[in-house]
C-alpha cells in the first residue's frame, strides 16, 4: 500500500514563501505522476501543479511563476515551493501520485493521496 505524508504547512504572512514536502513510502511509483492539488471548504478538490515521471511540469494558472514543483526520486520526495504567496492560496493542500505517467488535472485519476496539510495566508 502507497502512503504519503505531507509536511511543511503553515501560517505564514502574504508575499512569504513556504515550501511542502511528500514523502512516498514506495519505490514503485517513480514512473508515475505526481500532483499537488488543494481544497476549501465546500469546494472541489483544485489541481495546483503536477509533474511527470520525466520532470515535465504543469501548474494551474492562478499559481504559475509563483509555485515550483519538483520530486528527488532517490528520497522519494516531491517538493512544492510556494512564494508570493496569497490570502487566497490558504487551503489545505495534498499530494497525490497519479495512475498515469503523465500529468492530469482529475483528481479521480490519483489513487493514492496524502492526509492533507494545512496552509493559512494572513493579509
Known amino acids: 500500500q502507497v502512503q504519503l505524508v505531507e509536511s511543511g504547512g503553515g501560517l505564514v504572512q502574504a508575499g512569504g514563501s513556504l515550501t511542502l514536502s511528500c514523502a512516498v513510502s514506495?519505490?514503485?511509483?517513480?514512473?508515475?505522476?505526481a500532483a499537488w492539488f488543494r481544497q476549501t471548504l465546500g469546494k472541489e478538490r483544485e489541481f495546483v501543479a503536477g509533474?511527470?515521471?520525466?520532470?515535465?511540469?504543469f501548474y494551474a494558472d492562478s499559481v504559475k511563476g509563483r509555485f515550483f514543483i519538483s520530486r528527488d526520486d532517490a528520497k522519494n520526495t516531491v517538493y512544492l515551493q510556494m512564494s508570493d504567496l496569497k490570502p487566497e492560496d490558504t487551503a489545505v493542500y495534498f499530494c497525490?501520485?497519479?495512475?498515469?505517467?503523465?500529468?492530469?488535472?482529475?483528481?479521480?485519476?490519483?489513487?493514492?493521496w496524502g492526509q492533507g496539510t494545512q496552509v493559512t495566508v494572513s493579509s
Open positions: 497525490a501520485i497519479s495512475q498515469y505517467g503523465q500529468v492530469t488535472r482529475v483528481a479521480p485519476h490519483y489513487p493514492y
Open positions: 514506495e519505490r514503485t511509483v517513480r514512473n508515475n505522476a
Open positions: 509533474i511527470t515521471w520525466a520532470g515535465s511540469t
